[in-house]
């Protein structure tokens, strides 16, 4: 079994798309809660424009999945961390 074809380029666009994405989803989810409907919906609409470049990108190479994986957890985690840091939460 080979390896796909690999491209870093595209590999990074993936990872900072996808981190991108979480940040939108996290902004989101705290929109909802917050109960704040124009800013829900503009997440919501941010959200699925930036996830259908990282779909589309990684489904022609699974390779890109890990990338896809790492980036999401690199963009929720760094938001609930500046949430936190927004609303004076300790680490």
């Not at 424009?49 to 999945?65: C, K, M």
């Amino acid at each position: 079994m080979s390896l796909p074809p690999f491209d870093p380029l595209l590999a990074l666009a993936v990872f900072v798309s996808t981190a991108a994405t979480d940040t939108v989803y996290v902004l989101f989810n705290a929109a909802i809660v917050s109960r704040r409907r124009l800013a829900a919906a503009n997440w919501s609409g941010a959200w699925y424009l930036l996830s259908a470049f990282a779909v589309i990108s990684y489904t022609q190479e699974w390779i890109y999945v890990a990338f896809a994986a790492i980036g999401s957890w690199v963009g929720a985690y760094a938001t609930v961390a500046w949430l936190r840091v927004r609303e004076g939460h300790a680490s």
